[in-house]
RNA sequence: GGCGACGUAGCCAAGUGGAUAAGGCGGGGGUCUGCAAAACCCCUAUUCACCGGUUCGAAUCCGGUCGUCGCCUCCA
């Protein structure tokens, strides 16, 4: 299994230190709505896990939450909050948002404000061992203090000051020095410390969490493209001076970013659509598909365009997944084995996705072949959603075939499939209604009857298909209990109420 | 200005020295169907931004040109 190491600019060979691989990717600064960068980092990492557990081994994963910074001192300022009020609100649609992207939870999720101990400790131990000083209530991290300062980042001291903004704060001895520890204005959140009161600065934080929670050596540090200058860079600094050990981390990953249209989407652009839009529009099984479809380490463009085929791709594999084997699962089977090869081969090659879901449509292409061939796929079936369920962390539904004893003259023991939506029992009680009437139809050999009752259920998001077991139900979307009443309406369907209780009546 | 990445079909996207350039979406034709849908089959890049070079052989390596993007400042 190969990896690409930032740090080393290529590909290695992937060997943990021990059994339990030390994962630890940025989190989050609670002080608004997370969006679509946000989602692919989240995925990425979280099929990174999946696949490492997949391939046996045991991942610790840390993710910390940054609740004290700038930003949410501004923000929480700006909503007339307290910084815990706003971090614990922003932190909640956090998970949330990571919930309904099928993100796995990680293992410790560790709050900056409830490490300052550990961050004191970190930062006392850096003074003390002369890599970093206190001046007027804050302290900084002295970078000339370390030889190799930019070697994450690929660049020297000298080339980042070319452009880099001078600082004022003329209590710096270096413009590149950076802040440990900020000393807090009147009516700011602070905790005391050996400088005075303040907060942590923002890279210290990462650097006394993964310390404490993972140790000396991580084997996974991961992050965004973008986090690779200062921040992962300033880590390095921090880490390796404290522990006096090297690596701070083994291998360094970091996704490329999101853009949208022209420009990377952020939050200082303004140009950003959240997780909770885009879940609003879209499937998060199609959200992941999206993500997975490039490699990780490019950047993606977010466009309608892309998510719509992603919708369509994920529409692919559910109804492979969802389809009967044509022998009951007793005939001869399917060959799975090289399809499982090549997705494994290109997870090894540093996480290859768009090649492992290549190999999981090639698979979807053979299971349909087979079935309609006659071999049983039911092995198949179960090896598609592993590999799709486990490693990337897809969440297709699963088809709901309703039994009826006795067969009827309509169709209501028809299959269903539900692709996305709630299908309440009024709905469902209406849209067999509507099935029903269309079967009477189609075996009175009315079609143009028929095929509106399909056409205009299609449009309410409700597409009839016609197969041996009768007709397939397939929701797309979810339309409302009024719409299919005035369809019924119109067809000359209509609840009535008899001495036996409320009853379907078609009305001449 | 410095550092880095990228430019593959209508769109998205793998492939990074060798035998027919994955896969998805979209489009066209066919089989099936009352008609559809789904599924399957066939077609949709003689060619990988452009120009030169290395090589028996290059989308893949080297040099140059053009274009796009990221980082260098808060950011996943």
Not at 362 to 367: G, K, T
Request: aromatic share 8%; hydrophobic share 35%; proline share 5%.
């Amino acid at each position: 299994m190969k990896v690409y190491n930032t740090l080393s600019a290529q590909k290695e060979e992937f060997s943990p230190q021990g059994d339990e691989v030390k994962m630890y990717v940025c989190g989050v600064t609670p002080y608004d709505n997370c969006h679509i960068g946000h989602a692919m980092s989240y995925i990425v990492f979280d099929v990174i896990r999946r696949y490492l557990q997949f391939r046996g081994y045991k991942v610790k994963y840390v993710q910390n939450i940054t609740d004290i910074d700038d930003k949410i001192i501004d923000r929480a300022n700006q909503l007339g909050i307290t910084t815990s009020e706003l971090a614990e609100r922003y932190t909640s649609s956090y998970f949330a948002d990571m919930d309904a992207l099928n993100i796995g939870r990680v293992d410790v999720y560790p709050r900056a404000t409830v490490e300052i101990p550990k961050i004191i400790e970190v930062i006392q131990g850096l003074i003390d061992k002369e890599y970093a000083y206190p001046a007027q209530g804050s302290a900084y991290f002295r970078v000339r203090s370390v030889p190799d300062y930019g070697k994450l980042a690929h660049r020297s001291l000298e080339s980042m000051m070319a452009r880099a903004r001078i600082e004022a704060g003329a209590e710096k001895e270096h413009p590149m020095d950076f802040a440990l520890w900020k000393a807090s204005k009147p009516g700011e959140p602070s905790w005391a410390s050996p400088w005075g009161q303040g907060r942590p600065g923002w890279h210290i934080e990462c650097s006394a969490m993964s310390l404490k929670y993972l140790g000396d050596t991580l084997d996974i540090h991961g992050g965004g493209q973008d986090l690779i200058f200062p921040h992962h860079e300033n880590e390095i600094a921090q880490s390796e001076s404290f522990t006096g050990s090297k690596p701070f981390v083994k291998y360094w990953l970091h996704n490329g970013l999101v853009q949208l249209g022209e420009d990377k989407m952020s939050k200082s652009l303004g140009n950003l659509i959240t997780i909770k839009e885009a879940l609003g529009k879209y499937s998060t099984d199609a959200i992941r598909i999206f993500v997975l479809s490039s490699h990780y380490r490019s950047p993606i463009t977010y466009s309608e365009e892309g998510l719509e085929a992603a919708e369509n791709a994920r529409e692919r594999l559910v109804r492979v997944i969802s389809r009967d084997d044509p022998t009951g699962g007793a005939g001869k089977a399917l060959d799975v084995e090289p399809y499982r090869k090549q997705f494994i081969e290109a997870m090894d090659d540093d996480f290859n996705t768009p090649q492992a879901l290549g190999a999981l449509f090639d698979l979807a292409r053979a299971i349909n072949e087979a079935a309609d061939s006659g071999l049983s796929i039911l092995k198949a079936q179960n090896v598609l959603p592993e590999l799709a369920r486990n490693v990337l962390g897809l969440k297709p539904p699963i088809q709901t075939i309703e039994v009826k004893p006795v067969a009827t003259e309509t169709s209501v023991g028809s299959p269903t499939l539900i692709l996305s939506a709630n299908p309440t029992p009024e709905l469902e009680e209406r849209v067999n209604r509507l099935v029903e009437e269309r079967s009477r139809c189609r075996q009175a050999k009315q079609w143009q009857r028929a095929d509106e009752i399909r056409a205009r259920l299609a449009e309410l998001g409700i597409v009839l298909e016609d197969v041996p077991q009768g007709t397939k139900k397939i929701w797309r979307r979810t339309p409302s209990v009024e719409t299919l009443d005035n369809l019924l309406e119109e067809l000359g369907i209509a609840l009535e109420d008899t001495p036996q209780g409320t009853v379907w009546k078609r009305k001449r």
